[in-house]
Nanobody, 124 residues
Framework: QVQLVESGGGLVQAGGSLRLSCAAS????????MGWFRQAPGKEREYVAG????????DYADSVKGRFTISRDNAKNTVYLQMNSLKPEDTAVYYC?????????????????WGQGTQVTVSS
């Protein structure tokens, strides 16, 4: 079992920045690829970014490429999502997820563990 807790969400103006954190507890964090997803009201959960177990391999959705940066600190059992140049369309609940795999899955169903989510609201 892995427990995930997100933090760092909030209200920010367009063009601003936020840094999300996801703290993991339970089994060895470095066994898991980590992903960030988001879900806006009335929309399906969508992939934002993913990072491999070691942090060497990283992947982004086209919609956030160049604006968001995913990273992890295996010594602190934490994955981060630095979000810059935020847009109103980035408004959503953001979730982190963990999957015990060498790959970086982009589908929600591939992930075994999820956090409770943190709200990000970007005002125009």
């Amino acid at each position: 079992q892995v427990q995930l807790v997100e933090s760092g969400g909030g209200l920010v103006q367009a063009g601003g920045s936020l840094r999300l954190s996801c703290a993991a507890s339970g089994r060895t964090f470095s066994r898991y690829a980590m992903g960030w997803f988001r879900q806006a009201p009335g929309k399906e959960r969508e992939y934002v970014a993913g990072i491999s177990r070691s942090g060497v391999n990283i992947d982004y959705a086209d919609s956030v490429k160049g604006r968001f940066t995913i990273s992890r600190d295996n010594a602190k059992n934490t994955v981060y999502l630095q979000m810059n140049s935020l847009k109103p369309e980035d408004t959503a609940v953001y979730y982190c997820a963990a999957d015990e795999t060498v790959f970086i899955p982009s589908l929600p169903r591939s992930y075994d563990y999820w956090g409770q989510g943190t709200q990000v609201t970007v005002s125009s």
